[in-house]
């Protein structure tokens, strides 16, 4: 854990500006958690902070393609937050299914840590988000794990296959993710179904 | 230029669709935007896309410092968008005077190129967003670019002195950026300038 600096600033809660501190020098480690696939150009693997701000900017981008009525920026706030668990747990590629099954017990225990480090009423409403996320019964939380399971289809695309070919993807494992992305967006679901069936032509997928 | 997979998406305008895509694909570059200062635990330098992530969460955690009515969301929209033109004019370090006095010029025709990328009334939106954080004429603008000079700092005091010792900076010149704080959140700037005095006491500036 890092502390922040002892410092004291006259006219602030320092308590809870200390706590406010504590939780982001923390969320930094996120810059360290490497993802499987690779960036778009290929030179190296991603990590969870980086690509949690593109999918903040490609929920916006693609704002137009979420249900009528979704609030982007709870979605935004939603991406900007929902990797932070993997500090403690990792990233757990989406097809290890080994590592899946443990996941979801994984992350709690890393929300249970992470999260409270904010004071009471922010921990509050970062668990709920996060919660609301990992949940998906809300078109808000549909619509950001949609843009979640885009991105690194498109890097794989660019990387002419990228993590596909390396683990031995089939074409029906991604199709499983494809039926998340139509949940959340209608639109994105018949891209990602495109950008599939564009992907098995040229020989991307195993098998 | 990265182009977009070559799919045809049912019941979508594609052409729109492609130009969303062209751009998103352009900015994974930003990863690759490497700033002077390193991450809080010292391991390596800090990379423009998870900076920005970084910044969003900051903005949004230290929201109730900014004034009273500003709006986060937009603060956060700023912040995301903020530093996409270094893909092509570089990050240019807060205290090169040399570079900085290009600096303008340079992330203008970066704005020029990158933003029209986007369908022309995103790439409006993004423009303006992005004039509006450079003028600092609104208390949005005011408190991202508090929030974006804070966090170097955060990450200086915890590098035992960082980027200051390493290119000589004094003092009286980080508390001119803290000035800049001070404007767009009174408490950031209470909490900079108690920052400033701590890191003068442990020798982290030069004379």
Redesign the interface.
């Known amino acids: 854990m ?1 502390e922040p ?8 809660d320092n308590e809870r ?1 200390n706590a ?2 504590r ?3 923390e ?6 958690v490497l993802r499987q696939n690779l ?3 290929g ?1 190296r693997r ?2 969870a ?2 690509h ?3 999918l ?3 929920a ?3 704002a137009e393609y979420a249900p009528q009525g979704t609030d982007i ?1 709870r979605v ?2 939603m991406l ?2 929902h990797d932070i668990v993997e500090i403690d747990a990792g990233d757990t590629y989406v097809f290890d299914q080994v590592n899946t099954e443990t996941q979801a017990e994984r992350e709690r225990a890393a929300a249970d840590r992470i999260f409270p480090l ?1 004071p009471e009423d ?1 921990a509050e409403r970062a668990r709920e988000l996060w919660n609301e996320f990992e949940a998906r019964d809300t078109p808000e939380a549909r619509f950001a794990r949609a843009v979640d399971r885009l991105a690194p289809m ?2 794989n ?2 990387n002419e296959g990228g993590t596909w070919l390396r683990f031995g993807i089939t074409r029906a494992q991604v199709m499983e993710k494809v039926k998340l992305i139509a949940e959340g967006s ?2 994105l679901g ?2 990602a ?3 599939v ?3 098995n032509r040229r020989g991307y997928f195993k098998g």
Chains 1, 2 share one sequence.
């Open positions: 890092t600096a002892p410092v004291f600033a006259s006219g602030v500006m406010q501190l939780f982001l020098l969320v930094d480690k996120l810059k360290r960036l778009v150009d030179s991603e990590n902070a980086e949690s701000w593109h903040a900017l490609a916006r981008t693609f920026d935004t706030e900007v937050l904010l922010q498109l890097a695309w660019h209608e639109a018949a891209y179904t495109a950008l069936e564009d992907a």
